[in-house]
T-cell receptor, first 109, second 114 residues
Framework: KNEVEQSPQNLTAQEGEFITINCSYS?????LHWLQQHPGGGIVSLFM???GKKKHGRLIATINIQEKHSSLHITASHPRDSAVYIC???????????FGQGTRLTINP | DAGITQSPRHKVTETGTPVTLRCHQT?????MYWYRQDPGHGLRLIHY???????DKGEVSDGYSVSRSKTEDFLLTLESATSSQTSVYFC?????????????FGDGTRLSIL
């Protein structure tokens, strides 16, 4: 079993829908990261969080440390949000990330 | 954008040849990482560096070596490339001045071993 599990693996939605991507992890962490990768593109850091919630534009990331779970939400989704979203965790005492497999999101117009 | 440059961006070579990928940063960050990304596996750590001449192995280090002779450059070498090393390679950097800083990624190198 992977230390970081994302669900769903693939998600297709219509423009305007509210999107939720989930990340569960099995190790103790000091922080959790959400990354975005557009098709054929580079990898961009969206959020880094260790508690509570963070918001940037239409993107919201939450984390529940007790339940070892994080969610990434996208409100009013748009075709330009189509990308792979990757969850990664910082293990305690480590400067290395452990990555989930990614969620491929497709938003149709 | 974080100042990270990977070179080359694309490379096609033959099995058995040596290959070196370069990651160059202008941020003076302490930590540098090499990952490979393959369908079905996500990002996997090959090697990382926590300072000049200080490196350590990641989860998929077999067949790869690295060197960091100065802060700004982190080189990844495939001594004798194999077809299983066909992949997209990403370099990343991380500031070491505070705990839990985000990693910033380069644009990737697409390597094909024929």
């Amino acid at each position: 079993k992977n230390e970081v599990e994302q669900s769903p693996q693939n998600l297709t939605a219509q423009e305007g829908e509210f999107i939720t991507i989930n990340c569960s992890y099995s190790v103790g962490i000091s922080a959790l990261h959400w990354l975005q990768q557009h098709p054929g593109g580079g990898i961009v850091s969206l959020f880094m969080l260790s508690s509570g919630k963070k918001k940037h534009g239409r993107l919201i990331a939450t984390i529940n440390i007790q339940e070892k779970h994080s969610s990434l939400h996208i409100t009013a989704s748009h075709p330009r949000d189509s990308a792979v979203y990757i969850c990664a965790v910082d293990g305690r005492g480590a400067q290395k990330l452990v990555f989930g497999q990614g969620t491929r999101l497709t938003i149709n117009p | 954008d974080a100042g990270i440059t990977q070179s080359p961006r694309h490379k096609v070579t033959e099995t058995g040849t040596p290959v070196t990928l370069r990651c160059h940063q202008t941020e003076n960050h302490r930590y540098m990482y090499w990952y490979r990304q393959d369908p079905g596996h996500g990002l996997r750590l090959i090697h990382y560096s926590y300072g000049v001449k200080d490196t350590d192995k990641g989860e998929v280090s077999d067949g790869y070596s690295v060197s960091r002779s100065k802060t700004e450059d982190f080189l990844l070498t495939l001594e004798s490339a194999t077809s299983s090393q066909t992949s997209v390679y990403f370099c990343a950097i991380r500031d070491g001045t505070g705990w839990n800083q985000p990693q910033h990624f380069g644009d990737g190198t697409r390597l094909s071993i024929l």
